[in-house]
């Protein structure tokens, strides 16, 4: 059950990665059947802010997964 769930959110922090990259193709217009978009450099930063944020919260997250995946090994 914990490995179950260790592996549950091991799997939505790749679909909060996944939608990371997502955000950075629309914002350069590199999405399939999307058009090229020409972003500002104030749009770029921003996007690129966002993205480095959502990506050091999910490292954070994984380290306490480590963790809890350590405890886990322990018990077993």
């Given at each position: 059950?914990?490995?179950?769930?260790?592996?549950?959110?091991?799997?939505?922090?790749?679909?909060?990665?996944?939608?990371?990259?997502?955000?950075?193709?629309?914002?350069?217009?590199?999405?399939?059947?999307?058009?090229?978009?020409?972003?500002?450099?104030?749009?770029?930063l921003?996007?690129n802010?966002?993205?480095n944020?959502?990506?050091?919260?999910?490292?954070?997250?994984?380290?306490?997964?480590?963790?809890?995946?350590?405890?886990?090994?322990?018990?077993?």
């Open positions: 059950m914990l490995l179950a769930s260790i592996a549950a959110e091991e799997t939505a922090l790749a679909l909060i990665l996944t939608a990371e990259g997502e955000k950075i193709q629309s914002i350069i217009g590199t999405l399939p059947g999307q058009t090229l978009n020409n972003p500002t450099l104030t749009e770029l921003e996007i802010a966002s993205v944020k959502t990506i050091n919260n999910v490292i954070k997250k994984e380290m306490l997964l480590l963790f809890k995946l350590c405890d886990v090994i322990k018990i077993i």
